[in-house]
């Protein structure tokens, strides 16, 4: 009887473990964070370790000013594990992309950070 509990505990924490590892990480981007580009980039390109709930996850991206600007999806054609938008024309200055995905685990999860495009 005590096997069988150890067992059931152990299965437990297993399924746990699996679920909780599924939650969705930034593996790359376009621009990459930190980066100084010599050119304003056409769109913000994210890839994560995992599919993601595409309708329900958003992009951002926010200028030297601090105001959020306008980017377009850029269409159903992305890898499931990919969220890209189409960025404006975009000045010479520090800019933040923001994101938030919903992993397949079902978990909400988020993130930023930063590049600059040279003057």
């Known amino acids: ?32 964070a930190g980066a100084v580009v010599p050119a304003a980039p056409a769109e913000i390109a994210l890839r994560f370790n995992n599919r993601i709930e595409k309708s329900l996850s958003r992009v951002r991206l926010v200028d030297p000013r601090g105001k959020t600007l306008t980017l377009a ?6 890898a499931p594990d990919r969220l890209t938008a189409v960025t404006p024309p975009l000045d010479p200055g ?16 988020s993130g930023s950070f930063s590049f600059r495009v040279a003057p």
């Open 94 to 109: 520090a800019y933040r992309v923001e994101w938030q995905v919903l992993s397949t685990d079902g978990h909400v999860v």
């Open 73 to 78: 999806p850029a269409g159903a054609t992305a």
């Open 1 to 32: 009887m005590i096997r069988l509990a150890g067992a059931l505990i152990l299965g437990a924490l297993a399924l746990a473990a699996g679920r909780a590892s599924a939650h969705s990480l930034l593996l790359e981007s376009q621009p990459p």
